[in-house]
């Protein structure tokens, strides 16, 4: 893997991709500098490259061409469109992590035969993502990106239960008729 790009300073998604050996890693937050100094410290082995951005403000085809995953942990729908879009043009595989009160939400996207977030159909609740579910989907989404498993993973809040189903493309996504083939 040619490094991952995280969007949102999240210890446990950059931790477990750091424990997946994945170096570099991106960081794309306004608070990047100093989350990239503290995960330094605890992996002195791999490299963080903080971009202090908002990344639905900045150029986001630039910062995820060429990262072999991205995984926003955001908690922020417009990022989170801002870099499915820029995964699909790009053909980087995408997981986003979503949690609301009824559980987490986490698509992953490896590939050109599966659909992006806009496919899934899905309505993200706004907000950062509370603890225990938060990390739980930041971790799921890393893991489900490493392992290049397609389509939407449930998680049930009050049994922890994990369903997957699949994402196909849907044929009026523009997000995905603008993919690079
Ligand atoms: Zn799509």
């Known amino acids: 893997m040619t490094g991952a790009i995280v969007i949102g ?3 446990f ?51 995820v061409g060429g990262a072999g995953l991205v995984v926003d942990v955001s908690g922020d729908e417009a990022a989170r469109l801002a870099a499915n879009d820029a995964c ?26 599966d659909g992006c977030w806009r496919c899934a159909g899905v309505s993200a609740p706004a907000g950062q ?24 993973l449930e998680v049930d809040a009050a049994t922890l239960a994990v369903a997957r189903r699949a994402v196909p493309p849907l044929p009026d996504c523009a997000a995905c008729a603008a993919q690079s083939s």
Do not use: N
Not at 90 to 112: I, M, N
Not at 137 to 145: D, N, S, T
């Open 13 to 63: 998604a950059c931790g477990a991709l750091a424990f997946a050996g994945v170096t570099p890693i991106g960081v794309v937050d306004p608070d990047a500098p100093a989350a990239a100094a503290r995960l330094g410290l605890l992996h002195p082995g791999v490299l963080f490259e903080p971009y202090p951005v908002a990344l639905a403000e900045a150029h986001p085809a630039a910062i």
């Open 88 to 113: 699909r043009v790009a053909g980087v595989p995408f997981t986003t992590a979503a949690v609301g009160e009824k559980g987490a939400l986490v698509l992953s996207a490896p590939g050109h035969a």
């Open 129 to 152: 993502m509370p603890a225990p579910l938060g990390p739980l989907a930041a971790a799921l989404a890393v893991a489900a990106g490493l392992a290049g498993t397609a389509g939407v």
């Open 9 to 11: 300073a999240d210890p």
